[in-house]
């Protein structure tokens, strides 16, 4: 079983639509919790760091269940700079590494 | 904003030779990391280093692979003796203690 799991899409939105993507994990000592956005052939860009208690940051929501070990990520009213693989990552207790999941590709289109 | 750079951005090389990769990690942060994404996969950890020495390391990160500061501002990662298989984007990131990593825009490595 996969540590980090997502699912790889493609999500296909129009501009202005809210898309929600999951991502569960296997670890119960997983730590913390980020979304990373890449673009093709690019680097992985911090999104967003995921807090216990929910955090939104704009058009972007996160969401953390640390019980069902599932994450999510909530972006409101799309633009189309929005179509990028969404890489759900995970770090555990004492380390460092981040543990990437495979990503959830969306385009959004006019 | 303060980035990550590493050089070159592709590197083609012939199986069996020898290959540097540089990184210039964000000049206040200690803490510095290798990724490498092969084409269509997730990215991988490979090794992290802190205070002039490894960390930690994953099971890719075999006795072909090395990492070096060599002096205040660069971080290399070499690759021995390269594999068909060592084909790959590589990833450099630092940051400080308990904050996110930042990533380099990486090396593409093509092995022929």
């Known amino acids: 079983r996969k540590e980090v799991e997502q699912d790889p899409g493609p999500f296909n939105v129009p501009e202005g639509a809210t898309v929600a993507f999951n991502c569960t994990y296997s670890?119960?000592?997983?730590?913390?919790f980020f979304w990373y956005r890449q673009d093709c052939r690019k680097e992985p860009k911090l999104l967003m760091s995921?807090?216990?208690s929910g955090n939104e940051d704009g058009r972007f929501t996160a969401q953390l269940n640390r019980a069902s070990q599932y994450i999510s990520l909530l972006i409101r009213d799309s633009k189309l700079s929005d179509s990028a693989t969404y890489l759900c990552?995970?770090?555990?207790?004492?380390?460092?590494?981040?543990?990437f999941g495979t990503g959830t590709r969306l385009q959004v289109f006019p | 904003e303060p980035e990550v750079t590493q050089t070159p951005s592709h590197q083609v090389t012939q199986m069996g030779q020898e290959v540097i990769l540089r990184c210039v990690p964000i000049?206040?942060?200690?803490?510095f990391y290798w990724y490498r994404q092969i084409l269509g996969q997730k990215v991988e950890f490979l090794v992290s280093?802190?205070?002039?020495?490894?960390?930690?390391k994953s099971e890719i990160f075999d006795d072909q692979f090395s990492v070096e500061r060599p002096d205040g501002s660069n971080f290399t990662l070499k690759i021995r003796s390269t594999k068909l298989e060592d084909s790959a984007m590589y990833f450099c990131?630092?940051?400080?203690?308990?904050?996110?990593?930042?990533f380099g825009d990486g090396t593409r490595l093509s092995i022929l």
């Open positions: 990552v995970v770090t555990h207790y004492n380390t460092d590494k981040l543990i």
């Open positions: 670890n119960s000592a997983s730590q913390s």
């Open positions: 995921v807090y216990s």
């Open positions: 000049s206040n942060h200690l803490y």
């Open positions: 280093f802190y205070n002039n020495e490894i960390s930690e």
């Open positions: 990131a630092s940051n400080e203690r308990n904050q996110p990593q930042h």
